[in-house]
């Protein structure tokens, strides 16, 4: 018997609108981002998915996303579960800067390294910047030490893999199905740990908005399947438009 994973990342926020750099601002979801989880939610029932149990970021995005889905779902009332450790990869000083002039001014190449790279994080946010993280309540509890003023995907995944093995495989190895309503880079970083993905091809892998993918875990938790639900082309498109956004416009 395989066990079932979703990996669902947030609708579409205001700053995928604004193409704003956002990493762990906690920007909402729009009404087409709110949509996009309502679809997500029908594609999940479609498929007859019947959760144990939601995890899901501290970043309105995601919790807003999971509890729209869920609510189509009729399962609003499963166990939650929020962490920091499924938050977006925090990006640094480029958060709230405009992702095409950023391409304009450092180059394409810079910034896809700056986006896509396995272990080089974007510059950091200043320590005294009031949108650091030691600065905001949500964090209060954990040890300063903890809290970033930037990350490379690596150490995203350094941070994500714990709650993985704590919280989240157990659940899966006890037979129970899962959804996690994460982040663009955050899933990323799952995605490479699940599928061995080498630090230099996950360069190319991008994860639209709003798109239940769906892993399917032999009982040792490797990978048996893995797909996204409904039309494989338009999540095929929407991840090719994630590539492009911090292209220079005309
Ligand atoms: C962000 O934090 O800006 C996005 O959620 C992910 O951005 P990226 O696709 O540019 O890494």
Redo the contacts with the bound molecule.
Sequence with gaps: MTRKLVLLRHGQ?Q??LDN????WVDVDITEQGRQEAVKAGELMREEGLLFDVAHTSVLRRAIRTMYTALDVMDQMWLPVHKTWRLN??H?GALQGLD?AETTAKHGEAQVKIW??SYDIPPPPLDEHDGGHPRYDRRYRRLDAAVLPATESLKTTLDRVLPYWHDAIAPQLKAGQTVLVTA???SLRALYKYLNHVSDKDIIDL?IPTGIPLLFELREDLSVHAHRYLGDAEAAKKAAEA?AN??KTRG
């Design positions: 926020s700053w995928n704003r750099f956002t990493g977006e990869r990006y992702k986006r896509r982040h663009g880079n991008n994630v956004q911090a």
